[in-house]
């Protein structure tokens, strides 16, 4: 069974730096595209940054010049490098990735959930 692990979140204050990072376990499997949610206090879950296996990227209007993704694909691994953070970035964050099994389909995985809390 395919896990997804996240890890990286904490508090850090306004203009603090964090990096997430979500490892899949498995085999059998090559990933297509990776990226970041994130659900604040009584909102919606929101997109935040996607890379394609290209890789291309692309991020919320929100995080762009801020926020950067990247992909490990040996490691089975995405990241999510968070600069210049600000409150309103505070949130749950949500690895998702989507796996092609040989033969079978594509799936797709959430992660647990890592909490950002960005405060003074």
């Known amino acids: 069974q395919v896990q997804l692990v996240e890890s990286g979140g904490g508090l850090v204050q306004p203009g603090g730096s964090l990096r997430l990072s979500c490892s899949a376990s498995?085999?059998?499997?090559?990933?297509?595209?990776m990226g970041w949610y994130r659900q604040a206090p009584g909102k919606q879950r929101e997109l935040v940054a996607t890379?394609?296996?290209?890789?291309?990227?692309k991020y919320a209007d929100s995080v762009k010049g801020r926020f950067t993704i990247s992909r490990d694909n040996a490691k089975n691994t995405v990241y999510l490098q968070m600069n210049n953070l600000k409150p309103e970035d505070t949130a749950v964050y949500y690895c998702?990735?989507?796996?092609?099994?040989?033969?079978?389909?594509?799936?797709?995985?959430w992660g647990q959930g890592t909490q950002v809390t960005v405060s003074s």
């Open positions: 498995g085999s059998g499997f090559s990933i297509n595209t």
């Open positions: 890379i394609t296996s290209a890789p291309s990227t």
């Open positions: 998702n990735v989507h796996l092609l099994w040989s033969r079978v389909g594509v799936y797709d995985y």
